[in-house]
């Protein structure tokens, strides 16, 4: 005897479904179980008696409950995950307040006679210079930085003096020895704001602009 499917789509919110009883209970995994059996009941009571079910097709009917329980309660723990991963990076986003922000640049951010940025080695330096850049190309100051380790740096600049508008950036020199080490200048900008947008954190920093969590290489 073939016995056709179940029909789910009564376990589970029908079209036109609303909030109240009918809609919570078509949302609780009991009251699909109960729905469930109450159909396949049904369906023995009416089955030709010179052509029951046999076993293969009362398994077939019964794993059909387990998957739409199982569905469900899967889909409780997914929304409860995405609660907590949304108060997760809602707390993680107002830590970032105050701190600083490295992006890839070569501009200096100023803050009254106070200039900072930072650099990234990739490897050990025996000998570290940051030249300060003017709008013309001339060198405005050098920064001994003397031995540094491979990683990341920061560094601030006195600027008292000097006309924000006239420097266009800086650059690092870095040896070993008599070898050449490869540097990242990195913009270094305080965080001053944050707000989220789809689950994603977005940052107001110190110059004005707004990038997202995903842009800043690392926070100081």
Do not use: C
């Amino acid at each position: 005897m073939f016995i056709q499917p179940l029909d789910l789509t009564s376990l589970g919110t029908t079209p036109g479904s609303t909030t109240g009883t009918s809609a919570k209970n078509n949302m609780d995994p009991a009251a699909s179980q109960d729905r469930f059996l109450k159909l396949l009941v049904a369906q023995l009571n009416n089955q030709d008696p010179l052509n029951p079910m046999d076993n293969a097709q009362m398994t077939t009917q019964m794993a059909q409950i387990n998957t739409v329980s199982g569905i469900q309660e899967l889909n409780a723990t997914l929304k409860g995950m995405a609660t907590q991963f949304s108060s997760a990076t809602q707390l993680q986003g107002t830590s970032l307040i105050g701190r600083e922000a490295l992006l890839p640049g070569s501009t200096l951010a100023f803050k009254g006679d106070n200039a900072k940025a930072a650099f990234s080695l990739d490897a050990n330096a025996t000998e570290v210079r940051v030249d300060i850049m003017g709008t013309n190309g001339e060198v405005i100051d050098t920064l001994e930085m003397g031995a540094m380790n491979a990683g990341l740096h920061g560094f601030d600049w006195n600027a008292a003096g000097i006309d924000p508008a006239t420097v266009k950036g800086f650059q690092v020199r870095a040896l070993n020895g008599s070898q050449s080490v490869s540097a990242l200048a990195l913009q270094r900008l305080s965080v001053d704001s944050v707000s989220f947008s789809s689950g994603s954190i977005q940052m107001l920093l110190q110059d004005g602009s707004s990038r997202t969590y995903d842009q800043v290489l690392a926070f100081m």
